[in-house]
């Protein structure tokens, strides 16, 4: 179950989130789930912030020795991932590319969310 996410107002496009490993690590595959996946409840009614906020539909991975692998997603509220080329680094920037319209429904927001995302590698 997602009940958290990160999320900013408006169209994300262009902005990049900045992770920061504690030691280098060879990375293998990366991911994430492109929106706020949380349905919630309250006094009978249903909302779904999935199709509430904006879901990013692209981002670009960036690594330390310069690596640039592109990742599209679709609209689906489970984890997308990908395998890379093994690459080591300490710092993972994430680039959104592009992001949907503003969501529909009960839920509504014009904000851009992701609910997590996956890294995953072994340590140097």
């Given amino acids: 179950v997602t009940d958290t996410c990160w999320r900013t107002v408006g169209d994300a496009t262009g902005t990049v989130l900045t992770f920061r490993l504690d030691r280098p690590t ?11 996946a949380k349905i919630a409840y309250d006094k009978g009614h249903r909302f779904d912030w999935y199709l ?15 690596t640039v692998v592109s990742q599209t997603f679709t609209d689906s509220r489970t984890m997308q991932q990908t395998p890379i080329k093994p690459v080591t680094t300490d710092t993972v920037r994430l680039r959104i590319t592009a ?15 992701i609910s997590e995302v996956l890294l995953i590698g072994n340590t140097t």
């Fill in 99 to 113: 992001v949907s319209p503003p969501g529909k429904g009960r839920a509504a927001r014009d904000d851009t969310a």
């Fill in 26 to 36: 060879k990375l293998s595959r990366v991911g994430l789930i492109n929106g706020y």
């Fill in 52 to 66: 509430g906020n904006r879901r990013v539909l692209g981002v670009d991975w960036e690594f330390d020795d310069g």
